[in-house]
């Protein structure tokens, strides 16, 4: 029995105190604010463990029982395969490639395997809620390719999927991408079908934000009606930094390639691994809970902040994050992100749909429960955030040095990565 060597802290403490200081540094942050970030997550130790290990020293270029380094039959190989038939089994996907450092790298593999330099995109404009990713000018997939957007209606805040089929039948896109940053709703994966195959376009969802959701059943599959899914594994997922892509069969050469040589040399299989114990910790009956738990925490926060005379875009929730406006409340979005993170609460400033401010600024937050719902915090708790957030927002500096205390007693009840007197 050979005894498991893995990351030593102690050694990095001794070696290194400044980057160790750094690590607990930042565990004390996470431990001891309210994480509210909507693309964040706790992973669990033994994701950590998996991504921590050995395997970070093996090259594996290529893919299992086809590589082009020696050495990889005994675990990488086992591994990766693990991994991506766990991936196909959880989200009954005919093909998947576990590979991807990142969602910008597995939506750029997405489109070095359906796109030539030139060719036109259809995608969700950033300010509405899309990625970076999906076409904004600075972005190689700007600068790349000839982008129409869509986004949502100024009345509702909804995606009209009218207005899709419209700018698609205009622009004859390549390539039509579903997928957002910020948006609260479903998607109707079965219009952007249609959509596609009218104009003959692929289909891409790009499902970063919700590929959890979908996991736990708390959300509609993209996968039957999609060409190609990409998504992240770090986000409500709560699997370790890096991405997959999934596909039809039709797809997957193209993709495999895509992946490697296309834009990728060799595979980070320590953060493979830790995509296998994440897809083996998402099937489960206390991951279904977890998820049904992001959105009912989601609703109740966002009901929590009209109580407050709060302008929640679109009225309200479907997913694990709201977007809501805080210039009534007397602040921008930089404003009352810097104010609550004085109070302890960590979340983001963002563009609200036809946003007048610029996005340094912005005129709202976006919230999101994947964090508080792995604590195991329920709905019950998020009348208290939203009453914290509002204070943070609103109140005076002693206002907030107030919340900063009732912050550290709630997160203190739901510990993350207990300490052993916990
Ligand atoms: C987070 C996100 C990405 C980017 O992922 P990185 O790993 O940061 O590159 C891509 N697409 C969408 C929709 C995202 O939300």
Known sequence: MTTFWGPDFEELRALDPEVADGLLTELDRQRSKLQLIASENFAS???LAAQGSVLTNKYAEGYPGRRYYGGCGEAVDPIEQLAI???KALFGAEHANVQPHSGASANLAAFLAVLEPGDPILAMSLPHGGHLSHGMKLNLSGRWFDVASYGVREDTHLIDMDEVRAKALAHRPKLIIAGWSAYQHHLDFA??????DEVGAVLLCDASHFVGLVAGGAHPSPVPYCDIVTFTTHKALRGPRGAMILCKEEWAKEI?????????????EHVIAAKAVALKEADTPEFRAYAQRIVDDASALADGLVE???????GGTETHLLLADVTTKGATGAEAEARCDAAGIVLNKNAIP?????????????????????QGMGTGEMA????????AITGTDDDRTAVRGEVGELVGRFPVYPRPTD
Do not use: E, H, M, N
């Not at 208290?384 to 204070?391: E, F, G, H, K, P």
């Open 384 to 391: 208290t955030v939203a009453d914290l957030i509002d204070r």
């Open 256 to 268: 495999d390639r895509a992946v490697f040589p296309g834009s990728q040399g060799g595979p980070l």
């Open 308 to 314: 407050r005379g709060y302008r929640v875009i679109s």
């Open 191 to 196: 219009a952007f079908r249609a959509i596609a």
């Open 85 to 87: 038939d766990r991936a």
């Open 354 to 374: 036809f946003d007048p401010l610029p996005p340094a600024k912005a005129s709202g937050i976006r919230v999101g429960t994947p964090c508080v719902a792995t």
């Open 45 to 47: 130790p033994a994701v």
